[in-house]
């Protein structure tokens, strides 16, 4: 049992340097990320690591699905997709909107704990339990909304705007379809199973504490749906979608050849997975203090 210290948090650092330099060379060659997206990339793992191997493996799970799922149909997406890129490559921006907020909280984790991987426990530190909480928000989050726009895009439904439940076309901000939804929850799942397997070889619990850890798989689960339906809230509000007549697609900015379906340029695409990633780690976060 891995249990903090000095020497394991510098051992712990070197992995992880070495880790996401592999796997960053990797997802360059396969076009999942630019070069921009390294200099984020790997700061991100190497703070991930260091505040708990259970963190590094959140951000991994989230990191080889999402890649996994942005590969299906990828002939179908571009046609559909304006800002369709091969392999779904991010860029640092993007990146930064998924891990950002994580990086923060995994650094206060890390400052609280010494690197000593916790129990979800609020008799022995709410604050503690509060901080991994928003942590596993926000990568259910992230990962819900990556699987539901991927997925969903596929789905042989036409889906309807979220705000008034009318048909629209496929790539509008805000639509939503069963498909999508159910692979948002199921992104989330995925997270939280991630984060309770690993622990079994990471955290050492009292017997009551250790059988509640597993209901972080259903919350998990709602916080992958939840952060997809306030994604796509603020998509079909506060981001723009319309319909290009030469390039017969949706797209996100006006133009004279664009009749306008929703929302309002207020927010782009990441400024949009940024709001909604840090609504679903304070509100996993609070639920976290309330269930352990």
Same mark, same amino acid.
Not at 82 to 99: A, D, I, T
Not at 216 to 234: E, K, Q, R
């Given at each position: 049992m891995d249990h903090g210290g000095g020497g394991s948090i510098?051992?712990?650092a070197a992995v992880a340097v070495a880790a996401g330099a592999a796997i960053a060379a990797r997802a360059v060659r396969r076009k999942s990320v630019d070069s921009s997206a390294v200099f984020v990339g790997v700061p991100a793992m190497v703070a991930h690591t260091i505040a708990g191997y259970r963190f590094a493996g959140l951000l991994l799970v989230f990191f080889f699905t999402s890649s996994r799922v942005t590969r299906v149909g990828e002939a179908r997406k571009r046609a559909l997709d304006?800002?369709?890129?091969?392999?779904?490559?991010?860029?640092?921006?993007?990146? +930064?909107?998924? =891990?950002g *907020?994580? #990086?923060? /909280?995994?650094?206060?984790?890390?400052?609280?704990?010494?690197?000593?991987d916790r129990c979800l426990d609020s008799k022995e530190s709410t604050l503690v339990t509060a901080l991994i909480g928003g942590v596993i928000g926000h990568y259910a989050c992230c990962n819900g909304d990556t699987w539901s726009s991927e997925l969903g895009i596929l789905s042989k439904a036409e889906p309807r705007i979220i705000t008034t439940f009318k048909r629209v076309r496929k790539g509008t901000n805000g639509g939503v379809t069963i498909d999508g939804l159910l692979a948002a929850a199921a992104a989330g799942f995925s997270i939280g199973l991630a984060f309770v397997l690993i622990g079994l070889f990471t955290t050492q619990c009292a017997s009551d504490v250790f059988w509640s850890?597993?209901?972080?798989?259903?919350?998990?689960?709602?916080?992958? +749906?939840?952060? =997809?339906? *306030?994604? #796509?809230? /603020?998509?079909?509000?506060?981001?723009?979608s319309g319909f290009c007549s030469v390039r017969n697609k949706v797209v996100g900015v006006d133009g004279p050849t664009v009749t306008r379906i929703s929302g309002r340029n207020i927010l782009d695409n990441?400024?949009?997975?940024?709001?909604?990633?840090?609504?679903?780690t304070v509100l996993t976060a609070v639920a976290c203090t309330y269930i352990f």
């Open positions: 510098w051992i712990r304006p800002e369709f890129k091969e392999g779904g490559q991010r860029n640092w921006k993007q990146v +930064l909107s998924n =891990s *907020i994580a #990086s923060i /909280l995994v650094v206060l984790i890390a400052s609280v704990t010494g690197g000593t850890q597993l209901l972080v798989i259903p919350l998990a689960t709602a916080a992958g +749906l939840c952060g =997809s339906l *306030i994604d #796509s809230f /603020l998509g079909a509000t506060v981001q723009y990441n400024g949009v997975n940024v709001v909604s990633v840090f609504l679903t």
